[in-house]
């Protein structure tokens, strides 16, 4: 069974740095992209960065410049650092992974981590 453990997050104070991991544990054949995403209170989840395979990176406006993606294929894990924490980062954050899970599949399919608050204090 494929699932994507996550750790780290927390309360941290503005201005203060935050690492997030995510490990796909379970058999698989390979990982496409990866992500992260956040959902706010009374907001919908958005994307806020994603990483292929080969590592090219695109990220959100509301964070580009001060969070980074990062993934490690041998370990099957990606990272998110987040620094310069503001308040409006406040969330709980998911990862996200596009898996084959056997070579013979026709499609890949989506998994999701179990999410992580993260609060950022003014």
């Known amino acids: 069974q494929v699932q994507l453990v996550q750790s780290g997050g927390g309360l941290v104070q503005a201005g203060g740095s935050l690492r997030l991991s995510c490990a796909v544990s379970g058999s698989i054949f390979s990982i496409n992209a990866m992500g992260w995403y956040r959902q706010a209170p009374g907001k919908q989840r958005e994307l806020i960065a994603d990483i292929t395979r080969g590592g090219t990176a695109t990220y959100a406006d509301s964070v580009k410049g001060r969070f980074t993606i990062s993934r490690d294929n041998a370990k099957k894990a990606v990272y998110l650092q987040m620094d310069s924490l503001k308040p409006e980062d406040t969330a709980v954050y998911y990862c996200?992974?596009?898996?084959?899970?056997?070579?013979?599949?026709?499609?890949?399919?989506?998994?999701w981590g179990q999410g992580t608050q993260v609060t950022v204090s003014y």
């Open positions: 996200a992974a596009n898996v084959w899970v056997n070579s013979r599949d026709t499609l890949a399919s989506d998994y």
